[in-house]
């Protein structure tokens, strides 16, 4: 039997490469051509004006910077729905929603609804294959036990994800924000063909935690390799080993763990080693005392690497860093 990427060259549609995501500055006023979701980071970004395919992320940056740019070759349509925002062209889908938890009785419900509005969506899209997901909810970390505001996103998101996500999860990020409190935003990427699933042989599936980690596992991949065959979206990742989290309270070794993990991610993944100039990474830092640390570690170990550092709070309380991104062959 041929393998699955042999086949995938043969389709005339994986031609198509997959979105080039970079950090831009944008022209300002409007996005440039080719445009598929473009992102501010924190309070301070400049809006391009009222367009769907715009977030403003609700993450400060704890370095400079630049807004994050997905482009395609071709023409991208876009548009608004209530609390969903959308954009496509050349096979690739962009959908965000964002939401106050206060009209869903709480992180659950409004990841329920958030999940059940990208859907529905993704659903009837001819782009059905999810490839990458980002969440982002406020206080991340509150709440004792089972009843953690992350645990609770967990259940509300597995109740809202219908059949599109029943081929199995996508690779994700879930980060807590800082910002306007009751805030959900949630926003991926999905194509018209099937991607890989990526895991990472040095930890547990996810979706395989053990009960400690709450009544939900969480529903995610590794990493996904996108249908193009040429770039490996890179979830949030951090220093867990097995379904342990490792170091608690030593943010370089945790560091060094995070790597560790990375590297066995583009390995299983079959891209090259090392993340250069063409791997935009983002740094999510708990503490922003610990920003000077983490960046020289990047810079150090990924000199040519794109990173954005983001103030953000990692969903276990004992993790300080995680990273993600992108690596293209
Ligand atoms: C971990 O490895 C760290 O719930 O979507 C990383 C990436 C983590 C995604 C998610 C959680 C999520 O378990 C946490």
Redesign the pocket.
């Known amino acids: 039997m041929r393998p699955a990427s042999d086949m995938r060259e043969r389709s005339p549609l994986a031609a198509r490469p997959s979105p080039t995501v970079t950090y831009s500055d944008l022209p300002a006023g409007s996005l440039p051509p080719g445009t598929l979701a473009a992102f501010g980071f924190g309070a301070q970004a400049t809006s391009p004006g009222d367009d769907p395919r715009w977030l403003r992320v609700a993450l400060e940056p704890l370095a400079e910077a630049l807004p994050e740019l997905w482009t395609i070759e071709g023409e991208v349509t876009y548009g608004r729905e209530g609390d969903l925002s959308w954009s496509r062209g050349g096979g690739w889908l962009y959908a965000a929603v964002e939401c106050d938890e206060a009209h869903h009785g709480g992180p659950e419900g409004a990841a329920k609804h958030a999940y059940e509005l990208l859907s529905a969506f993704v659903a009837q899209a001819p782009e059905h294959h999810v490839q990458r997901i980002w969440?982002y909810l406020g206080d991340i970390n509150a709440g004792a036990g089972d009843d953690e505001r992350?645990k609770q996103f967990?259940t509300g998101r597995i109740a809202g994800m219908g059949d599109v996500f029943a081929q199995g999860f996508p690779a994700?990020?879930?980060i807590g924000h800082h910002a306007r409190k009751g805030l959900l935003q949630v926003y991926l990427l999905a194509t018209d063909r099937e991607g890989t699933r990526v895991e990472n042989p040095r930890?547990v599936s996810?979706w395989q935690?053990p009960r400690q980690y709450g009544r939900t596992p969480?529903?995610?991949a590794r990493a996904t390799l996108l249908p193009a065959d040429d770039v490996l979206a890179i979830?949030?990742?951090?220093a867990?080993v097995g379904h342990a989290s490792a170091h608690t309270g030593d943010l370089g070794a945790q560091l060094a763990e995070t790597q560790r993990n990375l590297d066995a991610l583009l390995s299983n993944g079959g891209l090259p080693e090392g993340f250069d100039v063409r791997a935009p990474l983002k740094a999510y830092v708990r503490h922003p005392d610990d920003a000077a640390v983490v960046l020289a570690f990047a810079q150090a170990h990924w000199p040519q690497a794109p990173l954005v550092l983001l103030h953000g709070d990692?969903?276990?309380e004992e993790?300080l860093v995680?990273i993600?991104g992108w690596r293209y062959r």
């Open positions: 969440n992350y967990c994700a990020s879930a930890q996810a935690y969480p529903s995610f979830s949030g990742t951090a867990v990692i969903c276990r993790l995680e993600d």
